[in-house]
């Protein structure tokens, strides 16, 4: 068996790779675009003038996440006891179906945010 020590050094090496390799082409890509005779400024992530806060995006995410599953709960309980739909099927179906609608919505009212933002 697989001690748990071989399991987190795998894990170290894993993220190292990633990292090494995501920073070092990041870094070879800014050099190439350099010597291109690009400017600067487009390494530079400045903030754009009129955008909504993340943590209202965030707070706005989870508040409707947070409805999802519990609409999700009531419509899983409606479901088992009204229409005799096993409780195994009808919760984890119900309440994973409404969040992502919920995530979906959250996504959709972001994305009309930013567009009044701008």
């Not at 959709?108 to 933002?117: A, L, S």
Request: net charge positive.
């Amino acid at each position: 068996m697989i001690g748990p020590g071989f399991v987190f050094i795998c894990l170290f090496i894993v993220i190292f790779g990633i990292s090494y390799l995501y920073f070092s082409t990041r870094n070879k890509e800014r050099l190439a675009l350099i010597e291109k005779g690009a400017d600067a400024s487009i390494f530079i992530r400045g903030k754009r003038e009129r955008t909504a806060p993340i943590w209202k995006i965030l707070i706005l995410n989870l508040a409707l996440l947070l409805m999802g599953i519990g609409l999700g709960i009531i419509v899983a309980g409606f479901l088992s006891e009204n229409l005799n739909v096993g409780k195994e099927v009808a919760f984890p179906g119900s309440i994973f179906l409404l969040a992502g609608v919920a995530l979906f919505i959250g996504y959709n009212i972001t994305k009309n945010i930013d567009k009044e933002m701008d």
